[in-house]
């Protein structure tokens, strides 16, 4: 039987600072598609799951070593 990995979400903070960007930046790549979306959980608070966080950083990777970078 295969163990899954926990979930562990992310605060806005933690998700700026693992990126290296700004709040304005992180809402408009979530708004354009090109952040993974919070989980809302209630008007103020809102997390991100890690691994989507980790996702979208590998595929950043895949595509500039595609592109020869």
Do not use: N
Request: net charge neutral; glycine share 8%; charged share 40%.
């Amino acid at each position: 039987m295969t163990e899954e990995k926990p979930r562990v979400l992310l605060r806005q903070s933690e998700v700026i600072r693992r990126l290296g960007i700004s709040k304005t930046s992180l809402y408009e790549g979530v708004q354009d598609g090109r952040f993974p979306k919070p989980i809302k959980f209630g008007e103020r608070t809102a997390r991100w799951l890690e691994s989507e966080i980790e996702e979208m950083i590998d595929r950043a990777l895949a595509d500039r070593d595609r592109e020869g970078h």
